[in-house]
């Protein structure tokens, strides 16, 4: 493969004058390194320079894989960033550079065949006269690595086209030199570093807006038709960037116009937590339609939980509330989970008894849970949460919120005049602001009004 060099110099080694730049790089000089002909039938493996030593070039610099007809042609010298030789392999074909193409290759130089070639096969991939096609196979089979394009200035046409098809650059025969191949394999491989990274950002936020409107899909929709109950909730998950968490939630109404609804924690907060949260929310709300209520159901749920869970470790708590027709009165089951907050009319909050609770889901083979009756009266509001909400810190210190600093924190919001969604969102950020950031366990808030 001809690669001209305007006349042959004395070369300078790395230690005595490597440019770092390109400044640096166009005042160096260059020389002339032959490969060795007997090594072309098998593909070269050499180092353009030698370093004060009489070493290779540093293993650390860039690698060149230059792909020709003449593997036996001189090569101009050329530098890395840091003034380091270029280290060059040469191969005549695209089976030598196959070979030839390891992970330490950063860049290839592919010589494009002159017109003279261009009445042979071209259907073989390989043939020198098919240049895109032989860019394409270099393409397919060197993904990661940048390429370059070595054609005669009156090819310019079929340079350009070179780069559309995914080249990162061309050079011209007539041209070239140990400063501008140094310049051109320089930026050809921040190119393709800078184009692998934003084609890595476009998958990453493709992943990430699927995962969103998943994890959108299955957050729940209340079923609360023919209900005078008031529904709000707040979600705030403890894994960054994401919508869900292992805390879930529900709310629907019965045929018979009771409204069950119920919030719960599986522990810890990765994606498969995620995953068993929805699951067994999904199988609460199955279950609640098929007639299920109190310990029946939550022995069901376990069952569930035992079949999909990862791991024997794995648990989940949960609290379930079946109110009542004529919204006065209340079944209370608890699963291991902090008790509901209830505030009647008049009132300021009170959590409910917790005594009568059985285990967490997923701890005992063989546990009961007890349906506890619970007086609501006329107007009131009922607030089911987990556990992130409590387990906050209060300032810098390792005092936590707890149960009764969240009472007094609602009751406030709720003096205040708060109502709702809007009293989810205060009692939240105060919660949050209190810790002094965000709050690392997932933070479920479910509401239900009567008025």
Partial sequence: MPVPVPHERTAVLPHQAGPVDDACADAAQTAVAPVAGNASSQGTDAAVTVDGSGHGALPQGLTLLLIG??????????????????????????????????????????????????????????????????????????????????????????????????????????????????????????????????????????LAQENARLERGLLPTPLLDGSDLRFAACYRPGRSRALLGGDFYDTVRTPDGTVHAMIGDVCGHGPDEAALGVELRIAWRALTFAGLCGDELLATLQKVLEHERSDDEIFATLCTVDISADGRRAGLCLAGHPAPLLARAGQPPRLLPYEFGGPALGLLPHARWARRQVELGGSWSLMMYTDGLIEGRIGEGNQRLGQDGMTDLVGRQMAAGLRGEELLDASVREVRDLNGGELTDDVAVLLLDRH
């Fill in 69 to 206: 007809e003449d593997p036996n042609s001189p090569v101009p010298e050329m530098w890395d960033w840091a003034g380091r030789a270029v280290r060059l392999r040469t191969a005549r074909n695209l089976t030598e550079a196959e070979r030839l193409l390891t992970d330490d290759v950063q860049c290839i130089l592919l010589d494009l065949a002159p017109p003279e070639h261009a009445d042979c096969d071209t259907a073989d991939p390989g043939c020198p006269g098919d240049e895109l096609g032989a860019l394409r196979e270099v393409l397919r089979m060197a993904p990661a690595q940048a390429v370059l394009v070595l054609t005669s200035e009156t090819d310019a046409e079929r340079a350009a086209e070179a780069v559309r098809v995914g080249a990162q650059d061309y050079l011209f025969r007539d041209e070239l030199d140990g400063a501008v191949l140094s310049r051109a394999v320089r930026y050809a491989v921040e190119r393709k570093r800078a184009d692998r990274a934003q084609h890595q950002l476009t998958e990453s936020r493709m």
